[in-house]
């Protein structure tokens, strides 16, 4: 398997483990303060990025140069869970997963600003069938609200997290300097426990832990060692290996696999004319990865 095959495997998982912070968090968000599961969320991570660095060998003086490297993306990133949990406070889950599908856009105008990566024509049309299917989730498939570009408070308060999402990717490609993809995903996610720190130090002391319900629990644990490790480590392996507007083209695949949550969890799927929009986002998937089977020149 090639360095880009890898890189492609890495965002197929990556989509998938995403996909469960959606269905999770809109569950156990109206209970806690989304600093403050964020803080919690990095904290486990980097229990368990360490122990991987420290079993590796990687976690030696030398090795750390250029702090501020990692307390910039790491307040990055922090910013776009924390933005994430506050806006499924009010937006469903398939919805913000919708919102998340717009980051691919932005990353590739980020990607050009930050790394001169030029986006192909074939990528280009696969990014705006792919707006076009999340805007029609987004707007849940009411042509009245779409014409008057009616969005939901969670969904606006959670795009401006996709804004630093989509802007940490070519971010990652740019600050590395050889580190491999588990002390690079160790260093920022420290680097964001400081900010973090710094944000959530009220709710850290205010809050009555023995009284937060089992699903929130659950959920920390589950986005702090799947969504939040796992991903950090398979975001950056991908994004070392494709450009940047192709690791985000995975996000695509999330609301599909928000659907499959949904289901599993017992919630129930989102009617036939949504459905459509998840289509469409698949389709610019496909779109996508054509390019890439057919030698795009920035694959």
Known sequence: MNEALR???????????????????AMASPFVAP????????????????????????????????VWRYVLLGGVFATYFVLMFAGLKTAPAV??????????????????????QITTLRIAAGL??????????????????FILFEVGKGEIIYFWGCVCHA???????????GESAFLFSFGTTMGGILVLLVWSWSALWSTDYAALPNIVWIT????????????FVLGQFASLRLP???????????????????????HGAPK????????????????????????????
């Open 128 to 145: 705006a069938i792919g707006a076009l299917g999340a805007l029609w989730v987004i707007f849940r498939a009411d042509w009245s609200a």
């Open 7 to 25: 890189g492609h495997g890495a965002m197929l998982l990556f989509s998938m483990l995403v996909a469960g912070s959606f269905s999770l968090g």
């Open 220 to 231: 920390i644990l589950y986005v702090s060692i799947f969504a939040t490790a796992a991903t």
């Open 35 to 66: 600093e403050l599961v964020t803080v919690l969320r990095f904290g486990i991570a980097a229990l368990v990025l360490g122990a991987l660095c420290g079993f590796r060998g990687e976690l030696k003086t030398e090795n750390v140069t250029a």
């Open 167 to 177: 802007i940490y990717i070519p971010l990652v490609r740019l600050l590395n300097r």
């Open 244 to 266: 940047g507007a192709k690791v985000m083209a995975y996000t695509y695949l999330i609301p599909s696999w928000v659907i499959l949550w949904e289901i599993g969890l017992g």
């Open 95 to 116: 919805s913000a997963a919708a919102v998340f599908t717009l980051t691919p856009i932005i990353t590739a105008i980020a990607s050009f600003v930050l790394l001169r």
């Open 272 to 299: 036939g004319l949504i459905l459509g929009g998840v289509a469409l986002t698949v389709v610019a998937l496909v779109v996508l990865l054509k390019d890439e089977e057919t030698g795009g020149r920035d694959g």
